[in-house]
């Protein structure tokens, strides 16, 4: 049984998700795990100095949940799958490939998910780009007046220059580019790593 875990990080509203959807659509035997699920209470988390709730730090993530189940995946695909009400797409020798798309604004800030990536793909816009995106998502909570300016953007600047000390072998996307041409570059890209795991592969 063969394993491919892909990271689709980089800055809020980039195009992680869409871009993770897109592709696990069109891979056979691949699952998402998105760092958004794993988010704490809201009424846990810390208010800075400015009365702004603290999100965008690792320390609002359930990374150690988060870790449990790329780890169970990791462990066994298929079971995971299969616990999970997923179809397993066979193959034709009993080598199927399956891919973990692990997908979140801070995936490769954390050393523990970061060392797993067979492939790491970050996507990045620039600032107005992204605060004209932000502005019309709806959060649970919802964005309260001057986060983007006042947290938001502090944060990603800060999160990815921790990110730069971290996290090597990067793909950099530019998610101002049409979808489609994102996904037929991030596809090809992944299908080429897929190849390379099949011939290795013996039955
Ligand atoms: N390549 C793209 N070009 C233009 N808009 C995009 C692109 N990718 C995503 N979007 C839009 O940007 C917003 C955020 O996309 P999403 O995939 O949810 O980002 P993320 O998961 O990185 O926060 C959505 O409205 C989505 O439709
Ligand atoms: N999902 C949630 O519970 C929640 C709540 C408030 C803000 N957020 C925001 O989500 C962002 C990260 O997710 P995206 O990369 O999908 O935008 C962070 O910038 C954070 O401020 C998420």
Redesign the pocket.
């Known amino acids: 049984m063969k394993r491919l875990v892909v990271g689709i990080g980089?800055?809020?509203?980039?195009g992680?998700?869409t871009l993770s959807q897109s592709l696990h659509q069109l891979i056979p035997n691949s699952f998402i795990i998105a760092?958004?699920s794993y988010?704490k209470d809201?009424f846990i988390l810390p208010v800075d100095s400015k009365g702004f709730?603290q999100?965008?730090t690792l320390d609002?993530l359930h990374m150690d949940k988060m870790m449990m189940d790329v780890d169970s995946w990791r462990a066994d695909p298929n079971l995971f799958l299969r616990q999970r009400g997923r179809n397993i797409t066979p193959s034709s020798n009993n080598s199927e490939i399956f891919v973990l798309i692990v997908e979140?604004?801070l995936i490769f800030n954390y050393r523990p998910l970061n060392q797993l990536f067979d492939k790491r793909y970050l996507l990045e816009i620039p600032y107005e780009v992204c605060k004209r995106r932000?502005s019309s998502?709806i959060?649970?909570?919802p964005?309260p007046p001057g986060?983007f300016d006042g947290?938001?953007w502090p944060?990603?600047l800060k999160n990815r220059q921790e990110m730069e000390r971290i996290a090597s072998e990067i793909v950099f996307l530019d998610g101002r580019r049409p979808k489609e041409e994102l996904l037929a570059d991030v596809y090809e890209d992944v299908c080429q790593e897929i190849d390379r795991l099949r011939v290795g592969v013996t039955t």
Do not use: E, H, L, W
């Open positions: 980089g800055i809020t509203n980039g992680k998700s760092q958004d988010f809201d709730k999100y965008d609002a979140g604004f932000r998502r959060y649970n909570p964005d986060y947290y938001v944060m990603y």
